[in-house]
C-alpha cells in the first residue's frame, strides 16, 4: 500500500512539473535600440529575429536605469533601484582614468565590498518553492563577496563573473581575474571567449533538468566594450575573428588620440561598430545554441523566453530613432529591444507598441508559474501576460 500510495504522489509530481512551464530570461548588455537584423539589414542576428518571428517583440520597453547595475537588481527583483536599495553602479571609477589598483587597495574597494542588500529577494529565491532549478552564466554585477554571490541568493548554479564588465578572453576586470564557478574563483577556461563559455554552460544546465522546471538566467555581457587599460582593447568589443569577418572589412583600424593623458592608439569608430556587431552576432549564435535545445527536447512549447538589454547601447551601438545611450535619461538610454516567445500564450509574429518595463519580469515570471508572492513583499511590476493577449 505504502508503495502504491508513493508512486501516486511521484505521478502527482511529475504532472504538476509537466504543466509548469520552463523560463528562459536572455539579457545583453549595452545593446542598441535598433540593432536587430529584423530592423536592421546590416546586423545579423538570426537567432533573435526568429524569437521576434515567434513571438511579439516590445516596441516601448523600457528598462529602470541606464546603465548596468542598477537595471539588473531591478529586474531579478522587480522594484524599483530606490527600493531594493541599488540605485548606482557598483564599481570602481579610478581605472577609467589608467590606475591601476594595488591587490590591498582593490580589497577593499566598493566594487569588492559592495552588494545588494542581503534581506532581497530576487527571482530564484522566489521560484524556489514552486520546484524550480535555477542557474546563471554571465554577468552578475551584484556584489562579489560570498554573501551576495548568485548561490546564496538562490541560484543553484554559476558560472560567470561578478563585475560590471571584463576582458572576454583573460576574464579580468583591469587585470583582477573575476570569473567564477557557483562559489570559487577560477582561471580554468582562461583564453576561452567568455560568451561561448556561457553559451556551453547553459546546454550543460539544460542536459541536467530533466524534467523538473528550470530558471536559466544568461546575463550576456555582449556586446558590452571590454574592460582592460589597453587602450587598444578598451575602446572596443572584443570578439572572435571568425564574427569580425561576417561584417564589411575596415581600412584603419586604429588612430593615434589621448588615453590617460598620453597619446595612445585607440580603436576607430568604424573598427567599434564592427567589433560590436561581431560580438552581438557571437551572441546570438550562442542563443541560437540554446533554443536549438528546446526544440529538440521538444521543451520549446512549455518555455517562457524573455529577452532584452539591460540598458541603451554605446560605442558601437544604434539607438535610432531613439535620443541618447546608456547613462543617459534620454530615451536611448532606458528604452531597449525586447523579445517575448510562449507558444500558446505569447501571440508570434507581432508587435507591440504597449508600455511595458522590466518591473514587469518578476511579476509575469510568478504569474506564469502560478508561484505566490510572499506575505507583505511589495513588487512595483504587474503582469503584462493580458496586455500581451490583446
Not at 259 to 272: H, Q, S, V
Request: proline content about 7%.
Amino acid at each position: 500500500m505504502r508503495s502504491f500510495i508513493a508512486l501516486v504522489v511521484c505521478l502527482f509530481h511529475t504532472a504538476s512539473n509537466a504543466a509548469q512551464p520552463n523560463v528562459l530570461l536572455i539579457v545583453s548588455d549595452d545593446h542598441g535600440y535598433n540593432d536587430l537584423g529584423c530592423l536592421n539589414p546590416d546586423i545579423k542576428t538570426p537567432n533573435l529575429d526568429r524569437l521576434a518571428r515567434e513571438g511579439t517583440r516590445l516596441s516601448s520597453f523600457y528598462v529602470a536605469w541606464p546603465a548596468c547595475t542598477p537595471s539588473r537588481a531591478a529586474l531579478l527583483t522587480g522594484r524599483y533601484p530606490q527600493r531594493n536599495g541599488i540605485s548606482d553602479m557598483i564599481r570602481n571609477e579610478a581605472p577609467d582614468f589608467g590606475y591601476k589598483y594595488e591587490p590591498e587597495e582593490y580589497e577593499v574597494s566598493f566594487e569588492r565590498i559592495g552588494g545588494m542588500d542581503e534581506r532581497e529577494l530576487i527571482l530564484p529565491a522566489l521560484l524556489k518553492p514552486s520546484g524550480y532549478r535555477s542557474a546563471i552564466f554571465g554577468k552578475w554585477d551584484l556584489g562579489s563577496l560570498k554573501r551576495y554571490l548568485p548561490l546564496q541568493r538562490g541560484f543553484d548554479r554559476f558560472y560567470g563573473f561578478v563585475n560590471t564588465g571584463i576582458d572576454y578572453f583573460t576574464h579580468e576586470r583591469y587585470g583582477v581575474p573575476s570569473m567564477y564557478r557557483d562559489n570559487a574563483l577560477t582561471t580554468e577556461d582562461k583564453g576561452t571567449y567568455c560568451t561561448d563559455i556561457f553559451g556551453r554552460e547553459a546546454l550543460s544546465f539544460l542536459e541536467s533538468t530533466g524534467d523538473q522546471p528550470f530558471l536559466l538566467y544568461l546575463p550576456f555581457n555582449a556586446p558590452h566594450g571590454s574592460s582592460a587599460l589597453d587602450p587598444k582593447i578598451r575602446g572596443t568589443v572584443q570578439a572572435p575573428d571568425e564574427y569580425k569577418a561576417m561584417y564589411p572589412p575596415v581600412e584603419t583600424e586604429f588612430i593615434e588620440k589621448a588615453r590617460y593623458g598620453k597619446k595612445a592608439l585607440t580603436p576607430t569608430p568604424e573598427a567599434r561598430q564592427r567589433d560590436y556587431r561581431a560580438a552581438l552576432t557571437c551572441m546570438d549564435a550562442n542563443i541560437g545554441h540554446v533554443l536549438d535545445w528546446l526544440d529538440q527536447h521538444h521543451k520549446a512549447e512549455n518555455t517562457l523566453v524573455i529577452f532584452f538589454s539591460d540598458n541603451g547601447g554605446s560605442g558601437g551601438a544604434d539607438n535610432e530613432p531613439l535620443r541618447g545611450h546608456k547613462s543617459q535619461m534620454f530615451e536611448g538610454g532606458v528604452r531597449v529591444p525586447c523579445i517575448i516567445r510562449w507558444p500558446g500564450h505569447v501571440p508570434a509574429g507581432k508587435v507591440s507598441d504597449a508600455f511595458l518595463t522590466s518591473l514587469e519580469v518578476v511579476p509575469t515570471i510568478l504569474a506564469a508559474t502560478s508561484t505566490s508572492t510572499p506575505s507583505g513583499h511589495k513588487l512595483d511590476g504587474h503582469d503584462m501576460m493580458p496586455v500581451l493577449a490583446e
